[in-house]
């Protein structure tokens, strides 16, 4: 019985937090943005020179697990789990990466769930893109909001 009613209860806590990303976001919530590990120090600054927020949002920096391959190139396996981390994510926002040949297989991934993928060789230049997005996007729909701003049609 006990078991039951934990199951009912995740169930609706899952339910409200697929709900709440949806329509309007409420100020004050929290927003994630996923970072490739080459950027995520510069990322850190610039967020930190912001207080950790942007407008009405609390931002969180998620650090990715590096997709480079020892002898160059990228490991597709691991750049595409690292993209679809972010689409898992309803609090996902952008993901940051570096200029690179992964970037084409992640676009790919992260369009599909409306998640710009924001390349620059700066970490804090890319994050200042995001936060400036994330000011700008008000209190509803901040998802879609930032996309339109970051991948204008």
């Known amino acids: 019985m006990a078991e ?6 995740l169930l609706a806590a899952l339910g409200l937090g697929v709900a ?9 919530a929290a927003v994630t943005v996923y970072v490739a590990k080459p950027l995520c120090r510069g990322a850190q600054t610039e967020l930190g020179a912001h207080g950790g927020t942007a407008g009405n949002f609390q931002v969180l920096i998620r650090c990715l697990a590096p997709d480079e391959r020892a002898g160059g190139g990228v490991d597709l396996a691991t750049n ?5 981390r972010a689409t898992e994510d309803t609090r996902a926002v952008a ?6 040949p992964g970037n084409k297989f992640a676009h790919a991934i992260l369009e599909s769930a409306g998640i710009p993928l ?6 804090g230049q890319g994050m ?4 400036q997005a994330v000011e700008d996007a008000g209190t509803s729909n901040v998802r879609e909001s930032v996309q339109s701003s970051l991948e204008p049609s």
């Open 20 to 28: 709440s990303c949806g329509g309007g976001d409420a100020a004050g």
């Open 4 to 9: 039951r009613v934990a199951a009912v209860l």
């Open 128 to 131: 200042k893109r995001i936060v």
């Open 95 to 100: 993901t940051l990466e570096p200029p690179g």
């Open 80 to 84: 595409g789990a690292n993209a679809r």
């Open 118 to 123: 924001v390349t620059s060789s700066s970490g």
